[in-house]
């Protein structure tokens, strides 16, 4: 939970929630240390407002005693304490009714002020003093009370006032805090992607210069690993090249040797068996039909061993690259291992091509088609294949170029996500890498495993051929 709520979260998010929390804690004190002060100077106020409206009380008797009044309080009284705050003042008439003098919200019309009754009950006084005032008969008692409501109301809107001061300043300090750090992270979201870059062996991704010092170091170091990097696969590129050239002579010798010296050596021996078991056949006797019969089994034998020796020769070299059309070739393949694997149906389809890319571009297309479908019958133990193989062209700046695009699916048991490639793999990308090109291997929907191989090609001096016929199923060509 922890993991998913902070730590899966992006470094702005978690900077931003650390301000937040921290101002939200010093809002909590500020807020009780203002409360805690708001109720030490409403009781100092009150008991301020108590002294001042009892000795206020005691002159406005006094005068009112002085001028004769003293039997019309009634009526006296209320015009002139009416005025005073933070206190109630009651008086008890002669009729014996207790009636508010002060404040009087009905007679003058102001409404009661309002706080929140939480915020009443923080900041109001624990002890509110009380006052008694008698006549000089001892007769209707002036209560003189202490009246927190309008003193409170005061705290309250001035805190609310504060409060939302607060709320905006804050609101603005996360906005800028926001922008300000996208602009200073923005290199570390350029430094992951370029990292993504690397992992997807595009070497050539550079970082732009960071303003930041710190981040300016980062970003030279990824330049200067992204450079070294490029100059390794170069290398290993060319060197790839190189080993592919030299595996692909060698095959070609290896398959000389085999259409000139084994070839004819195999058909001097079917050419001898044969005249043996024709002069045979011209004798009589048990010994000529033994003679017969074994000159038979070798030209079994040698049949066999050309047979192999045919199936060597295609495997070691594909035909005569360059002078039969690559569709042509392509279909050819799928055909034999069609006719190999009768339990697997391989599905072609062959848009427009050139007759050639040229020897390498041909056999690195070639193999790959050979290596996808073997891996897919051998390890997938795929039922369906489907090769799609087209040039797709396109413009740019004037020039004509388009790249080959080849995809090998199948329906089988699929790779798991951790298995690392094997060596038919390797070789089939780096193979398609010294040509420039692209392969991925990625899960087929809904199963089994999809060859993608993507390889830049040069329109110039290409004749584009029609797409192959070919049939819907290998298997019934074959």
């Known amino acids: 939970m922890l993991q998913k709520l902070w730590y899966d979260q992006p470094v702005r998010t978690q900077l931003i929630v650390v301000v937040a929390a921290i101002n939200f804690l010093a809002a909590l004190i500020a807020g009780a240390v203002s409360i805690l002060n708001t109720r030490t100077a409403t009781k100092v106020e009150m008991d301020a407002s108590l002294e001042v409206a009892e000795r206020f009380v005691d002159v406005t008797l006094k005068d009112l005693g002085s001028q004769g009044k003293l039997d019309r309080l009634d009526d006296e009284l209320p015009p002139l304490l009416k005025h005073l705050r933070h206190v109630r003042i009651m008086f008890m008439s002669a009729s014996g009714q207790l009636a508010i003098i002060s404040p009087n919200s009905r007679a003058s019309g102001i409404a009661r002020p309002y706080a929140p009754r939480w915020f009443v009950a923080l900041v109001h006084p624990e002890v509110v003093q009380r006052k008694v005032r008698l006549l000089p008969d001892g007769t209707h008692p002036i209560i003189i009370l202490g009246e927190p409501a309008?003193?409170?109301?005061?705290?309250?809107?001035?805190?609310?006032?504060?409060?939302?001061?607060?709320?905006?300043?804050?609101?603005?300090?996360?906005?800028?805090?926001?922008?300000?750090?996208?602009?200073?992270?923005?290199?570390?979201?350029?430094?992951?992607?370029?990292?993504?870059?690397?992992?997807?062996?595009?070497?050539?991704?550079?970082?732009?210069?960071?303003?930041?010092?710190?981040?300016?170091?980062?970003?030279?170091?990824?330049?200067?690993?992204?450079?070294?990097?490029?100059?390794?696969?170069?290398?290993?590129?060319?060197?790839?090249?190189?080993?592919?050239?030299?595996?692909?002579?060698?095959?070609?010798?290896?398959?000389?040797?085999?259409?000139?010296?084994?070839?004819?050596?195999?058909?001097?021996?079917?050419?001898?068996?044969?005249?043996?078991?024709?002069?045979?056949?011209?004798?009589?006797?048990?010994?000529?039909?033994?003679?017969?019969?074994?000159?038979?089994?070798?030209?079994?034998?040698?049949?066999?061993?050309?047979?192999?020796?045919?199936?060597?020769?295609?495997?070691?070299?594909?035909?005569?690259?360059?002078?039969?059309?690559?569709?042509?070739?392509?279909?050819?393949?799928?055909?034999?291992?069609?006719?190999?694997?009768?339990?697997?149906?391989?599905?072609?389809?062959?848009?427009?091509?050139?007759?050639?890319?040229?020897?390498?571009?041909?056999?690195?297309?070639?193999?790959?088609?050979?290596?996808?479908?073997?891996?897919a019958i051998r390890h997938g133990e795929a039922k369906n294949v489907s090769v799609k193989l087209a040039e797709l062209s396109r413009t740019n700046g004037g020039s004509d170029s388009g790249e080959v695009r080849l995809t090998v699916s199948d329906d089988g048991k699929g790779m798991a996500p951790a298995t690392p490639k094997g060596f038919g793999l390797t070789t089939m990308t780096e193979r398609v890498r010294s040509l420039g090109g692209v392969c991925t291997v990625e899960k087929a929907e809904p199963k089994g495993v999809a060859v993608r191989v993507e390889i830049p090609i040069k329109q110039t001096k290409k004749e584009t051929a029609a797409p192959a016929r070919v049939p819907e199923l290998v298997r019934e060509r074959a």
């Not at 922008?179 to 732009?208: C, F, I, N, T, W």
């Not at 848009?351 to 193999?367: Q, W």
């Open 150 to 375: 309008d003193e409170i109301a005061e705290a309250w809107q001035d805190f609310s006032s504060l409060a939302l001061i607060w709320l905006a300043i804050n609101a603005i300090v996360l906005v800028v805090l926001y922008l300000v750090l996208g602009r200073v992270l923005d290199p570390l979201a350029s430094l992951s992607k370029g990292m993504h870059q690397l992992e997807d062996g595009e070497y050539e991704a550079r970082l732009p210069p960071s303003k930041v010092k710190e981040l300016a170091v980062i970003t030279g170091r990824f330049n200067t690993l992204a450079s070294a990097l490029n100059v390794a696969r170069e290398e290993n590129e060319s060197l790839y090249r190189q080993l592919i050239n030299v595996q692909e002579a060698e095959r070609r010798a290896i398959a000389n040797e085999l259409h000139d010296e084994a070839g004819p050596c195999l058909f001097g021996i079917a050419a001898n068996a044969s005249s043996i078991q024709t002069t045979a056949g011209q004798l009589s006797g048990d010994k000529a039909t033994k003679i017969s019969s074994r000159a038979g089994e070798i030209l079994s034998i040698a049949e066999r061993l050309k047979a192999m020796n045919r199936a060597l020769l295609k495997k070691l070299r594909p035909g005569p690259l360059g002078q039969v059309k690559l569709a042509d070739l392509i279909v050819e393949l799928t055909a034999r291992m069609q006719s190999s694997h009768p339990d697997t149906q391989i599905h072609i389809d062959v848009g427009p091509l050139a007759k050639s890319y040229g020897e390498t571009a041909d056999l690195t297309i070639y193999r790959c088609i050979q290596e996808a479908i073997t891996n």
